[in-house]
Structure formats: structure tokens, C-alpha cells
């Protein structure tokens, strides 16, 4: 049970609040992406590694007036430390009109907590 809510039980007490669980990480990765804020957006993947992160290598998204996750649709654990969660992205556009999508990602439980690993294919 501590695996699911994000607590792996050789490294209990390591896991910051943001990714304790699959829902949060997702969240909070929108959430930084909203704010421009690139580095903690990243930090939310697995593979990020804070000496490679350059500025640069950022394609910023377009300015709108609130980007967030209206809905989590689906939440999966297909392994002891593997989690599928699907979710609906609303944002307004600046022009004021409401657009919403579907995505979906594929997280792996690490020492630090809920990472996301990879995007769920629309296939």
C-alpha cells in the first residue's frame, strides 16, 4: 500500500508533497507550464537531470490566460510502481474562448516520488 500513495519503503520521508502521488505530479507539471516555469515543469519527468537543463533547449507554449487539468478521467496501476492516469487540459485562449483536450501519461514510482516517464500515444 506505501508504494501506491507514494511513500516506497526503503526511502520513507525523500518524496516532496508535489509528487506523492500520479494525480499531483500531473497537476503541478501543468501547473509550472501555466507559469512559464520550465525547469520545474521538466523536473516532473523521470529522465530530467538538473546539470543538462538549458534554457534554450525550451519551445515556451503561447501566452493564455489559464492552462490547468479540469479532469482526471482515468487512473490506472498496471505494475507495483507504474501508474497510466488520463485527464482532460482546459485553458482559455487570450482571445477569451475555453479549449479543452485530452492527455494522458505513464508514470513510474522513483526514490523521489511520482515522475511522469512518458506521454500516453493517442493512437
Known amino acids: 500500500m506505501s508504494s501506491l500513495i507514494g511513500c516506497p ?3 520513507p520521508g525523500q518524496i516532496e508533497s508535489r509528487f506523492s502521488t500520479p494525480e499531483s505530479t500531473v497537476i ?7 507559469a512559464k516555469d520550465y525547469r520545474n ?5 523521470s529522465r530530467f537531470r ?13 501566452d493564455v490566460d489559464s ?4 479532469k ?6 498496471p ?3 507504474r501508474a497510466a492516469i488520463t485527464y482532460t487540459v482546459s485553458f482559455y485562449s487570450k482571445n477569451g474562448k475555453k479549449r479543452v483536450f485530452p492527455s494522458g501519461d505513464h508514470l513510474i514510482l522513483t526514490p ?5 516517464d512518458e506521454a500516453i500515444s493517442s493512437k
Not at 28 to 34: E, N, S, V
Not at 50 to 62: G, K, L
Open 9 to 11: 519503503p526503503d526511502k
Open 28 to 34: 503541478y507539471y501543468w501547473k509550472y507550464l501555466a
Open 41 to 45: 515543469a521538466l523536473s516532473c519527468f
Open 50 to 62: 538538473e546539470d543538462a537543463y538549458n534554457e534554450q533547449d525550451v519551445f515556451p507554449i503561447p
Open 67 to 70: 492552462l490547468r487539468i479540469e
Open 72 to 77: 482526471v478521467t482515468n487512473l490506472t496501476y
Open 79 to 81: 505494475g507495483r510502481r
Open 112 to 116: 523521489r516520488g511520482w515522475k511522469i
